[in-house]
């Protein structure tokens, strides 16, 4: 290796790639649910939220929105602790529509075994540290909610 | 690889996504080789966090300026490569810059601890290794955060699971660094430096890692949050000049060592680049982008 290249960027061919989607529905509720409690029998507690199992655990469905990411995640509580933490669907769009209940819909019905391809069909990203920092404190406060649920 | 057969799932570790690919079995058993996976990147993130008291990074930092501490045998192997980096980059590579990150408010510091600087620049590293897995501190102000190599050692431990179980495929995404191995290239986008929405290019990645470094993004509001979190041992300030880089190496710990030191000295880094098997791209704030001849190929700008 002698030197490096380099590469002069022409301002618009960036542009025109703005704009990508980054989506994946990694797990379905009921998946995520059997991955945290196998065995156990679900009772929902409060629709599409809140449900209590046969073996005492909790599960809280929740998500965080901006106007660019949509996280689905689910958080597991087993005697008043954090069990587990999965992300069900994760989604980065730069044309705004990540609050479109359109483009919303398009994920419905998926499961993780069919990854989605959107728009510039972008799988793996590197790039600078996206921050989970949001999806932690929605944990803590499921926690602070739900953790005490008997 | 027909992704029909695979199973991608992702937590919320280590402050970013990480996000595990796999394939090769039968769906029941990756979902547990994938939970076991994900259970090394939270024992990593147990064992090297700044922020969690009980972890040996902090047992470190309390008391290894008063006594051989020791700590497990992976905070150990960290340690090694985070000395020798700093030894083969002349100091640029350094994990002890943690008083630098508190000042700035990106690191939190104890009440108790008196007000964090970083100590006298010395040729000699400020982290005694003593063997056994025993670590002590030269100086007694000396405070450090692995951050910068601890997310790669993350990823290589999580796809060493995946390989042990003999899996035909998998990937390792912690938040932008990465590894993979498999019969096919995994195609990696590398988001742009100045802005998260853009894509600067993309790599094709095979049994190998790529790592990047920049500014953080928050997503929520799509701003970069701030100074560039990679600061300059030397000047003990902020990186400029360079907003990104991304460095493709054998494992992702010396791929995420290596991205901080291309971060700081840009051209500079070649042939520390050379002799880990790395090659590399950055990022100048005009947006001009500087790469090693030797993954020209492999890399396809956004053009």
Request: net charge neutral; charged share 20%.
């Amino acid at each position: 290796m002698t030197g490096w290249i380099r590469w002069t960027a022409p301002a618009a061919a960036v542009i025109s790639l703005s704009a990508p989607a980054y989506a994946v529905q990694y797990l379905s509720v009921g998946e995520a649910q059997k991955l945290a409690f196998p065995s156990a029998s679900f009772t929902e507690v409060q629709p599409g939220r809140v449900w209590k199992t046969s073996s005492g655990g909790i599960f809280v469905l929740d998500h965080v929105i901006g106007k660019h990411l949509y996280i689905d995640y689910a958080v597991s509580i087993v005697g008043g602790r954090v069990h587990r933490v999965d992300i069900l669907q994760y989604r980065e769009s730069y044309g705004g529509e990540v609050r479109s209940p359109s483009w919303l819909g398009q994920f419905v019905g998926k499961t993780s075994g069919s990854p989605l391809k959107v728009g510039a069909d972008i799988r793996n990203i590197s790039g600078a540290t996206l921050s989970s920092m949001h999806v932690t404190e929605g944990v803590k406060r499921i926690l602070d909610a739900y953790g005490h649920l008997r | 690889m027909d992704i029909s057969d695979s199973v991608r799932r992702t937590q919320p570790l280590l402050g970013t996504f990480v996000e595990i690919a796999a394939a090769g079995a039968e769906r029941g058993d990756l979902q547990q080789v994938i939970d076991e996976a994900f259970a090394a990147v939270a024992q990593v993130h147990r064992l090297m966090s700044f922020h969690d008291p009980h972890s040996d990074v902090s047992l470190l930092n309390r008391e290894a300026s008063t006594r051989a501490v020791a700590v497990h045998a992976w905070t150990y192997q960290v340690l090694q490569m985070a000395t020798e980096l700093h030894r083969q980059s002349a100091g640029v590579f350094d994990v002890t810059v943690a008083p630098l990150l508190q000042q700035r408010g990106l690191l939190p510091r104890d009440a108790d601890d008196p007000a964090p600087a970083m100590d006298q620049r010395s040729a000699e590293a400020a982290v005694e290794l003593l063997g056994e897995g025993r670590v002590r501190y030269r100086r007694p102000r000396t405070r450090i955060d692995p951050g910068g190599i601890a997310k790669g050692f993350a990823v290589d431990r999580a796809l060493d699971v995946l390989r042990q179980h003999g899996l035909t495929r998998g990937l390792v995404n912690a938040g932008g660094d990465l590894a993979a191995f498999g019969p096919e290239p995994e195609l990696v986008h590398i988001r742009h430096p100045a802005n998260a929405g853009q894509v600067l290019g993309s790599a094709a990645i095979a049994n190998a890692a790529l790592a990047s470094s920049g500014r953080t993004f928050d997503l929520l509001q799509l701003s970069a949050a701030g100074d560039c979190a990679v600061f300059d041992p030397v000047t003990q300030r902020p990186v400029r000049g360079i907003i990104g880089a991304t460095v493709r190496a054998p494992s992702c710990m010396v791929a995420d060592a290596l991205t901080k030191v291309v971060m700081i000295v840009g051209e500079g880094a070649e042939s520390l680049l050379r002799r880990y098997r790395a090659s590399a791209l950055f990022v100048l704030e005009s947006g001009d982008v500087w790469i090693t001849p030797d993954w020209q190929d492999a890399v396809r700008l956004a053009a």
